[in-house]
């Protein structure tokens, strides 16, 4: 991962020991070197991201023809065993864009609600440290919470789903959660102070993201970055690019 030989990869390997035991191939002699440029660790996704690019590639790179959605379902069950996400996966291997699951379960199951992006808007992201989401996904009084919570933002969103009203629920659903540490509520202050519309933190990660036009953008991401040297910032663009094989090398 990223060149360290050492990092547990747990959700990326156990997808592919998944996909190469259900179709009878030998982990002999298969290596995954991956490149991931988000943080890790911290809400962005990676783990599912990671997991599902990886098992797209091994199965190009092996001969193994099967459907996306087939193979997804490999990256879904590593991130509900390893504990590292719950739906991320469902949406990531077929969906660009915003909005919300609005209906859980495994890709091909789980149902998503699209919205309408805004030309010019960017997401703003503050990264301070990676979080071991493990504990909380795996507390009974902590997922009863979210649970309840979690429910209530979707009745929310439901009832006019845009993305304003997305990025609202999530602030709101963030705050009410309790898991903002010092840093991450700065972090969301700063944000929404330069000129965010909506910021909140990352669900689960010692990180904030803020929904911001492209023309405030740049004040957003100063704001950020005075908050101290320890800190990461980015800038993103909403995706349009689906995921997939983009092309399979053989060493």
Known sequence: MNGDLSYDARTT???VSLMLSTFGRSDEGVRVDQRVDTPIGSGFGSSGAAATSAVYAAAAALGVRKPKLELARFAHQAEIMEQTGLGTVSV??????AGAITSPGEP???????????????????????YDKKDALSSPKMGEKINGLGYAALQGFLSDPSIETLAAEGEAFSAKLGLESPEVKKAIAAAKAAGATRASQNMIGYSAHAVVDVDR???VVRALRGLGSGVRVDTFEIGKVRAGVLRATRR
């Open 13 to 15: 390997r156990r997808a």
């Open 92 to 97: 990531v291997y077929d969906h660009v864009g």
């Open 108 to 130: 091909g199951t789980a149902k998503f609600a699209m919205v309408k992006v805004p030309r010019g808007t960017r997401i703003v992201t503050a990264y301070f440290a990676p």
């Open 217 to 219: 953008a740049p004040r």
